[in-house]
């Protein structure tokens, strides 16, 4: 019932931001958390600055069904570099890169989430 609410994409968000911060937070690590949005609507749902200076560019979408469309608002960020990370979020099952686009399913969130503490 869940899956078909609403909310749901708010919602997923919200479990993948709180789980980002919840393992840094009890690695010791003092994360750097924000939201951008631009003035035409362009926005990244989390950008995540850590201590070991890099900075992961994070989409996350609620949907099961993988569409070109979730990396949009990635491609478009304009940060490119050797210690920048680009990484889509999403409920099924992970994927080879687009690009630069690291595809992350909800599956592999908790070896993410390792890689970053580590």
């Not at 931001?17 to 750097?32: D, Q, R």
């Not at 409920?91 to 970053?116: A, K, V």
């Amino acid at each position: 019932m869940l899956r078909t609410h609403y909310l749901y994409g708010g919602l997923f968000e919200n479990y993948v931001i709180g789980e980002i911060m919840k393992v840094l937070y009890h690695s010791g690590k003092n994360p750097a958390l924000y939201y951008w949005r631009e003035s035409n609507g362009l926005e990244i749902d989390c950008i995540l600055e850590t201590e070991k200076q890099k900075t992961y560019i994070l989409e996350i979408k609620g949907g099961k069904t993988f569409i070109k469309e979730y990396v949009k608002n990635l491609k478009k960020f304009p940060a490119e570099g050797k210690n920048i990370e680009k990484v889509l979020i999403w409920p099924g099952e992970s994927h080879d890169c687009i690009g630069d686009i690291r595809i992350t399913g909800e599956n592999e969130l908790g070896t993410f989430l390792q890689d970053i503490v580590l």
